[in-house]
């Protein structure tokens, strides 16, 4: 299986003369971008308690003002700052969080700490799972979600006996589906009887309706082996910083994965911009507003058009091209390239061929030009 994400520098040579104007809906992240507090906290980062454009014009050599003071320390390795801020917005115990350089960073650290002889993910799944645990020598157990409806359904907790780690997505990827949370609670005591580590990735959750309905915090009180995994990297737009955490179920756990890894894990700058984000009352809920309205716009124009929506309750949509769409599905990619519209093809899923597709919900006017791509090259 070939491992591959979004966005555009995955292009390469492929990219269109004008690839400057071009839309990015292969990466799901927040479209309302990064928080102003997240910005006002890099500028301070760069220059201080300056509020004004960072450049080394402004902060030149006879100025009183160093450039970027603070940048040319090391950072805080434990990140107690955002731990203590994290943890008090998660009503957790700080001893419970480990911080790293984005979620990725954590699955790799969690599958080096752990080396797990046997792992149950499902299929299809977010591929970096299946690659950390590779890396460690581990062998791989699928459970195959239906190709109608891609939920999981309860004949996973057959298979939970006999692995020493399980990787969930809730919700997941690239199908953007929650686990029945009945189901989710079965799973968490399944796990606890077999001493089995759940790791519940939930970079999505903050996209969803009700986050607090579906996360597996709740059951961290009981699950010592329990690891809910998220990250600021999608809903605060901190894509280029990298900054991820996992709460864990317990205090010991969270020490094992916090050695495994480099020293440093998490820059001063995210970590700077990790705790302004956690100010930002309004912001998640702007998100969610946004995201709500123009997931269900977008859905209802996708089944109009003729294409097979099969999941996304967070921030983006998967669908399928079928036969009788009206879209061809060997030229759907370049189609919308030409309109300047980026995608996610999902063919390197396992299971997954080039008919199934996942676009992000950006902005309306976004959103609209998507649409109308869509629109024109059905009519075409």
């Known amino acids: 299986m070939e491992i591959r994400h979004g966005g555009v520098d995955y292009l390469g040579g492929g990219l269109p003369e004008d690839s400057g104007r071009l839309i990015d809906f292969s990466v799901n992240i927040s479209p309302l971008g990064l928080p102003e507090a997240c910005a006002d906290a890099l500028l301070r980062q760069l220059c201080g308690d300056v509020r004004r454009k960072v450049c080394r014009k402004v902060c030149d050599k006879s100025s009183d003002v160093k450039f970027a003071p603070s940048l040319a320390k090391y950072p805080d390795p434990f990140c107690r700052r955002l731990c203590a801020a994290l943890a008090e917005h998660l009503s957790v115990s700080v001893c419970q969080i480990v911080c790293g350089n984005g979620a990725g960073d954590l699955i790799y650290r969690i599958a080096h700490w752990k080396k797990p002889a046997k792992a149950l993910v499902t ?16 062998e791989i157990f699928y459970h195959e979600l239906s190709k109608d409806t891609f939920e999981l359904d309860q004949q996973i907790l057959s298979k939970i006996d006999g692995v020493q780690i399980v990787f969930l997505g809730n919700p997941d990827n690239p199908a953007g589906r929650t686990i029945d949370t009945n189901l989710l609670a079965r799973i968490v005591k399944k796990c606890n009887e077999y001493g089995v580590t759940l790791v519940i990735d939930e970079c999505f959750n903050e996209f969803l309706d009700d986050p607090a309905a579906h996360t597996a915090i ?8 329990l690891i809910v995994l998220r990250a600021f990297t999608k809903i605060y737009a901190m894509a280029g910083l990298r900054l ?8 010991e756990n969270a020490r094992g994965l916090a050695d495994t890894g480099q020293a440093w894990p998490v820059s001063g700058a995210a970590q700077s911009a990790g705790i302004a984000a956690l100010t930002e009352k309004d912001y998640t809920a702007n998100v969610r507003a946004l995201i709500k309205a123009e997931r269900t716009r977008m859905k209802d124009e996708f089944r109009r ?19 009788d769409s009206g879209f061809d599905k060997n030229i759907f990619f370049d189609d919308l390239l030409r309109h300047n519209i980026l995608i996610r093809c999902c063919d390197n899923y396992r299971g997954l061929d080039n008919s199934y597709y996942r676009a992000a919900i950006l902005t309306h006017d976004e959103n609209t030009l998507l649409l109308q791509a869509l ?3 059905r009519g075409g």
């Not at 970096?128 to 590779?134: G, M, P």
């Not at 709740?218 to 082996?225: A, F, G, I, V």
């Not at 991820?244 to 205090?251: I, L």
Request: aromatic share 12%; net charge negative.
């Open 305 to 323: 058009l003729g294409l097979q929506v099969l999941g996304g309750e967070a921030n983006f949509i998967f669908f399928r091209i079928t036969p």
């Open 244 to 251: 991820g955490y996992c709460v864990m179920g317990s205090e």
């Open 375 to 377: 629109s024109e090259i």
């Open 218 to 225: 709740r059951y961290l009180k009981e699950s010592p082996d």
């Open 123 to 138: 299929s299809p799944a977010f591929s970096d799972y299946e690659k950390a645990l590779r890396e460690v020598s581990c």
